[in-house]
T-cell receptor, first 113, second 115 residues
Framework: GNSVTQMEGPVTLSEEAFLTINCTYT??????LFWYVQYPGEGLQLLLK?????DKGSNKGFEATYRKETTSFHLEKGSVQVSDSAVYFC????????????FGSGTRLLVRP | NAGVTQTPKFQVLKTGQSMTLQCAQD?????MYWYRQDPGMGLRLIYY???????DKGEVPNGYNVSRLNKREFSLRLESAAPSQTSVYFC??????????????FGPGTRLTVL
């Protein structure tokens, strides 16, 4: 079946540190992949996406590359800020007519000044 | 343009009580979804509506019913609340074509506690 596995958090970093949050997936075919971010007390917002192999999604300094050979979509940022503190969710979209998303369990990031 | 709105923001129920969570979107999206978010489990799909007039079960539909009232509104009903339904509930919507194809837009959530 379809599933998404994320590294467990919390991840605690100092400001300006390099961030990697690992995400791997299991799916039939070639799903679209997403990173969503949830700031405290808010709903989820799309951070970036990639729809085919080797695509790189990027937004707000975050990047993730769709790696078919390793079934991964790791999130990276070169220099995190305190304002990046949030919960990050990796997700895939099933390649059928349901348009449903399958989410990972989320990774909490805490950035200290 | 408010996006996806949900009411109420917070609710406390006693076991056995019923309530309806309301969701509306003003983006003219065809598809709408209800999720629940529990610690360490990410978001799990309760029900979804691919288009007006259709609804389907997601991963965790037991204890819930939904109504797609029109294209804008999609409500979630708990007929007899149980403590296991204590959670944060999110509504989302998406379009099936156009520049934002694939993206789901989320509401701010309803935090429900069942005592």
């Amino acid at each position: 079946g379809n599933s998404v596995t994320q590294m467990e958090g919390p991840v605690t970093l100092s400001e300006e540190a390099f961030l990697t949050i690992n995400c791997t997936y299991t799916a039939t075919g070639y799903p679209s992949l997403f990173w969503y971010v949830q700031y405290p007390g808010e709903g989820l917002q799309l951070l970036l996406k990639a729809t085919k192999a080797d695509d790189k999604g990027s937004n707000k300094g975050f990047e993730a590359t769709y790696r078919k050979e390793t079934t991964s979509f790791h999130l990276e940022k070169g220099s995190v800020q305190v304002s990046d503190s949030a919960v990050y969710f990796c997700a895939l979209r099933r390649m059928d007519s349901s348009y449903k998303l399958i989410f990972g369990s989320g990774t909490r990031l805490l950035v200290r000044p | 343009n408010a996006g996806v709105t949900q009411t109420p923001k917070f609710q406390v129920l006693k076991t056995g009580q019923s309530m309806t969570l309301q969701c509306a979107q003003d983006m003219n999206h065809n598809s709408m979804y209800w999720y629940r978010q529990d610690p360490g489990m990410g978001l799990r799909l309760i029900y979804y509506s691919a288009s007006e007039g259709t609804t389907d079960k997601g991963e965790v539909p037991n204890g819930y019913n939904v109504s797609r009232l029109n294209k804008r509104e999609f409500s979630l009903r708990l007929e007899s609340a149980a403590p296991s339904q204590t959670s944060v509930y999110f509504c989302a919507s998406s379009d099936q074509d156009g520049p934002n194809y694939n993206e789901q837009f989320f509401g701010p959530g309803t935090r429900l506690t069942v005592l």
